[in-house]
T-cell receptor, first 113, second 110 residues
Framework: DVKVTQSSRYLVKRTGEKVFLECVQD?????MFWYRQDPGLGLRLIYF???????EKGDIPEGYSVSREKKERFSLILESASTNQTSMYLC????????????FGSGTRLTVV | AQSVTQPDIHITVSEGASLELRCNYS??????LFWYVQSPGQGLQLLLK??????LVQGIKGFEAEFKRSQSSFNLRKPSVHWSDAAEYFC????????FGAGTRLTVKP
């Protein structure tokens, strides 16, 4: 089975800290994605990547950046964490262009205090 | 603009009853369509998908969905719900980067 692993299940950070959320997939998928999940809002796309060193903005990129130096790893960076970034963050990957669907990680619940 | 609407925030059904979860979308052309399920404390799991051909698609766990182009809908159904189906269900649309609905939480009464 494809696995998408997010490094932390729970994370508590202080306002203003730089935060790194790591995601690794083990099945050579081309595409990787970061979403945040909030009650009543569903999943909202932050950033995605179709290839190493490539990135595309999603619907809510403000306050976030990403890094994809290796195919299997896609990092989400909160440059200066704020309380409104308290959320569940989900990483996903897909095989490539086409109707493949996503494989999701278990999520990182981030609390910014 | 792309959008996905799940009109029902919360649905309660009795065990053994039938289920239909609604999904409507707005997109430039017919996108790929998906349903995912998220059990409490778990990640999202793909239930089924539609991209072409027969408009009635079968998925895992006994679920099916019907694509209706004229209504821009992709509703999820199950003939007989089990207690283990209690979860949150998300409709998603797109090509490579998908957009998700707000989700429908399903409660199953004994």
């Amino acid at each position: 089975d494809v696995k998408v692993t997010q490094s932390s299940r729970y994370l508590v950070k202080r306002t203003g800290e730089k935060v790194f959320l790591e995601c690794v997939q083990d099945m050579d998928h081309e595409n990787m994605f970061w979403y945040r999940q909030d009650p009543g809002l569903g999943l909202r796309l932050i950033y995605f990547s179709y290839d190493v060193k490539m990135k595309e903005k999603g619907d809510i990129p403000e306050g976030y950046s990403v890094s994809r130096e290796k195919k299997e790893r896609f990092s989400l960076i909160l440059e200066s964490a704020s309380t409104n970034q308290t959320s569940m963050y989900l990483c996903a990957s897909s095989l490539g262009t086409g109707p493949y669907g996503y494989t999701f990680g278990s999520g990182t619940r981030l609390t910014v205090v | 603009a792309q959008s996905v609407t799940q009109p029902d925030i919360h649905i309660t059904v009795s065990e053994g009853a039938s289920l239909e979860l609604r999904c409507n979308y707005s997109y430039g052309a017919t996108p790929y369509l998906f349903w995912y399920v998220q059990s409490p404390g778990q990640g999202l799991q793909l239930l089924l998908k539609y991209f072409s051909g027969d408009t009635l698609v079968q998925g895992i766990k006994g679920f099916e969905a019907e694509f209706k182009r004229s209504q821009s809908s992709f509703n999820l159904r199950k003939p007989s719900v089990h207690w283990s189906d209690a979860a949150e269900y998300f409709c998603a649309v797109g090509y490579n980067d998908m957009r998700f609905g707000a989700g429908t939480r399903l409660t199953v009464k004994p």
